[in-house]
């Protein structure tokens, strides 16, 4: 299999990808990324992932991505798939504000790095679906006054700082609250509880990242007849929920069945969740058309 990667509209050899040492990704964290998931060769809500890239960059005045500019970066990881055989697959991609010395000599626009790349990607165990997942109340704080708070920027070390505690002690997620002791999202996921027969998530302004899965997980919800509601809620309503599980775009639909020592339910992923998980397998099947594969 053949390591390539997109950059700035090309497909090249991985060991041969380059990118300035003068890049503001580099220099300053000044960025945003996207992590997608392909299934059968395909991107599963793609043009979400675009759409939140481009409205996240406009947000924060980070760069313009007009639709020419989109579908470019489609058609160069459609390509990238398929030059790389990869079918399944997690596919990042990774937007710059681009080389700092155009900005510094005053140049109106510089140009944003464009770099995606693509690794081979296998479902989680079937035993996470089974037994569930623990998880470690996060002792760091989510706070609305960073304004970088909600987007996917380059600026992660946090995330990846409070998943490295979890994993330390066994457990494979993080859960982060607000300074006002509101439920927010996992390290690297947005959190759902399930509670008098609703599932509940933290609303954006909490703030939280509008995450594509978690968008998935609310419209599956809506469309089947099951109570969703984004609302805030406490400790309390994490630890004495019926079900809680967990949603990102590689993991998909993970059940949370601990909270550090705290069973949550029965220790079993339960009936909605299992629901759900289903109900996303098979958008993901329709979407993507692996049926007809």
Known sequence: ??????????IVEA??????????????????????RAYGGVIFR?????????ASAEALSMFSLDAASTQAIADGLAEMLRQSELTDARVRLTVTTGDVRQAEEGEAGPSPTVLATATHQDPLPAETYETGITALVSKHKQSRLDPTCGFKTLNYLSRLISLREAQAVGCAEAIWFTHENLLAEGAISNVFVVADGAVKTPSIDTPVLPGVTRKVVIELAAANGISIQETPLTINDLLDAAEVFMTNSVREIVPVCRVERRVIGDEKPGPITRRLIELYRRAVAEECHLDAK
Do not use: I, P
Request: avoid cysteine.
């Open 1 to 10: 299999m053949r390591r390539l990667v997109y950059l700035n509209g090309e």
């Open 46 to 54: 793609q043009a979400d992932h675009l759409a939140r890239l481009k």
């Open 15 to 36: 060991d041969a990808a380059l990118v300035s040492v003068f890049d503001s990704g580099l220099l300053h964290g000044a960025g945003l990324f996207e992590t997608m």
